[in-house]
C-alpha cells in the first residue's frame, strides 16, 4: 500500500540532539575529572616519596634512638592524610604511617595481623612499593594506596554519567508525555469541532432527502443513494464526537458490520476494483465493538489499499478464528506494496507517499483498534507491485 513523507520526523532528530548533549556533557565531565584525577595522584605520590626520604634520612640519623617512639610520633604528624601506608622493616614489622580506623585498644600481634590483611588490600592497587636499603645489608618497603578522595574521584565520573543520563531521560519521557498530551487534547478539540460544525448542514440535508422522496419527479434509486450518504455523513458525526470520551461498547455481528461498509464502499470506488469477502466465523459470532468506531478503522484501511492500487486490482477481506485466540481480519490488496524501511513508519502521524492528505488514517485506525478495543493493528505482510495485507486483531 502507498505510503513517504513524514511530517513527524523531526522528533527523531530531537531525540539525537538531546543524546549527543547527554554525551558531550557526560565526555567533558569524565575528561576534566581524569585532568584531576591525574594531578592529585601524582601529588600524593610526590608526597609518598618526600616521606618516604624523609623517614629514610631520619632512620639512618637515629639509629639509637627507639625507632618505634620515632615512629608513633611520625605517624601522630601525618594522621590527618587519607593515603593509606604501611612501613615494612627489615625485620618484617609492620608499621602504619597514619591511623588505620579499627586498630585500636588492639595488642601488639593482633595489630601486626590487621597491618597485614592492611598490606594485602594495598597492594591490590598495583602501586609498586618504595624501597631503600637501610645500610645493614637488607631492604626496608614503604607499601601505599590512593586516598579515599582519589578513589571517590575514580567512581564518581560514572556516578555523574549515570545521574546526567538519568536525568536526561526522565526529561525527555516528561516533554514526550506532555507533547502528546498536547497532541491528543488537539485531536479531540479538532474531532468535536469538527463534530459540531457538522451538524447543522446535516439536519438540513435530511430535510432535504424527505422533501425528495416526496416529490414524485425524483428518481427513488438516486434519493435512496443520497439517504445513504446522509446517513454516512451522520456516522462521521457520531465517529467524531466519540472520539476523547469513553466509547459504548456492544455484542456485534462483525460480518455484517464489515460487509455494511464493504457494500457501502464498492458503489464509490472504480469497477476495476473487486472486494471479496471471505467469512470463516459461525454465522452468529459476535464481538464486543463500538459500531461507530471499527468501521471507521475498516474504512481507513481499505480506503488506503484502494489508493495502493491504482484504481484496478482485487481487495480480499478475510474474517477468521485464530489458534492464539481472539479474531483476526485480514484486509490484503494487490496494490504496490510497503517497502521494507517504511513498514515501521506507516502508523507514525504524518507519514504518507501521498501527495495529498495527513498521513493520519493509519494512525487513527491503529489508536481505534488499540486503545479502545484492546486489539492490536499490523501490517502481516507485504511485497513490493504484489501487494499488501493488513492484519486487525480483535480478543474474544
Do not use: C
Not at 479531540?188 to 469538527?194: D, N, P, Q, R, S
Not at 469513553?246 to 473487486?274: A, G
Not at 459470532?285 to 471499527?294: D, E, G, P, S
Not at 494512525?363 to 478495543?373: D, F, P, Q
Amino acid at each position: 500500500m502507498s505510503i513517504s513523507v513524514d511530517i513527524y520526523n523531526q522528533k527523531n532528530y530531537v531525540k539525537i540532539i538531546i543524546l549527543m548533549i547527554l554525551l558531550a556533557v557526560a565526555g567533558l565531565s569524565i575528561f576534566y575529572t581524569d585532568k584531576i584525577v591525574t594531578k592529585l595522584e601524582e601529588r600524593e605520590e610526590q608526597q609518598i616519596k618526600l616521606y618516604a626520604e624523609a623517614l629514610q634520612f631520619t632512620l639512618k640519623q637515629e639509629k639509637d634512638q627507639d625507632v618505634n617512639s620515632f615512629m608513633t610520633t611520625l605517624m601522630e604528624a601525618n594522621r590527618n592524610t587519607t593515603v593509606q601506608a604501611i612501613y615494612k622493616t627489615m625485620n618484617g614489622e609492620l608499621i602504619p604511617v597514619n591511623n588505620f580506623d579499627g586498630m585500636e585498644g588492639l595488642k601488639y600481634s593482633e595489630q601486626q595481623k590487621f597491618l597485614k590483611l592492611k598490606l594485602t588490600e594495598i597492594i591490590k592497587d598495583d602501586h609498586q612499593p618504595i624501597t631503600w636499603d637501610n645500610g645493614f645489608g637488607s631492604k626496608e618497603y614503604l607499601y601505599y594506596s590512593d586516598s579515599k578522595l582519589l578513589t571517590q574521584l575514580r567512581y564518581y565520573p560514572i556516578y555523574q554519567l549515570i545521574t546526567i543520563l538519568i536525568f536526561g531521560f526522565i526529561t525527555y519521557f516528561a516533554f514526550s508525555y506532555s507533547r502528546k498530551s498536547e497532541q491528543n487534547r488537539v485531536w479531540v478539540g479538532l474531532a468535536k469541532e469538527t463534530a459540531h460544525q457538522l451538524g447543522t448542514p446535516l439536519s438540513s440535508l435530511t430535510a432535504w432527502v424527505e422533501y425528495f422522496k416526496s416529490n414524485p419527479k425524483y428518481e427513488p434509486e438516486i434519493i435512496f443513494e443520497l439517504e445513504k450518504d446522509v446517513q454516512r455523513l451522520d456516522v462521521i458525526t457520531t465517529r467524531f464526537s466519540n472520539i476523547g470520551s469513553v466509547p459504548l461498547m456492544k455484542e456485534e455481528n462483525l460480518f455484517q458490520v464489515v460487509e455494511s461498509f464493504l457494500s457501502y464502499l464498492q458503489k464509490r470506488i472504480s469497477s476495476k476494483i473487486i472486494i471479496t469477502i471471505d467469512n470463516q466465523l459461525a454465522g452468529e459470532q459476535t464481538v464486543k465493538i463500538n459500531r461507530y468506531l471499527f468501521e471507521w478503522v475498516i474504512e481507513n484501511v481499505s480506503k488506503n489499499a484502494v489508493d495502493a492500487m491504482g484504481g484496478t486490482g482485487q481487495l480480499l477481506v478475510v474474517l477468521k478464528n485464530i489458534a492464539e485466540g481472539g479474531i483476526a481480519i485480514d484486509i490484503s490488496d494487490s496494490g504496490k506494496g510497503i517497502a521494507k524501511n517504511n513498514i515501521k513508519k506507516i502508523f507514525n502521524p504524518g507519514f504518507s507517499t501521498k501527495k495529498r492528505g495527513w498521513g493520519l488514517g493509519l494512525t487513527l485506525a491503529k489508536r481505534i483498534v488499540e486503545n479502545y478495543h484492546k486489539g492490536k493493528l499490523l501490517v502481516k505482510k507485504s511485497e513490493l507491485n504484489k501487494g499488501t495485507t493488513f492484519r486487525i486483531l480483535l480478543p474474544n
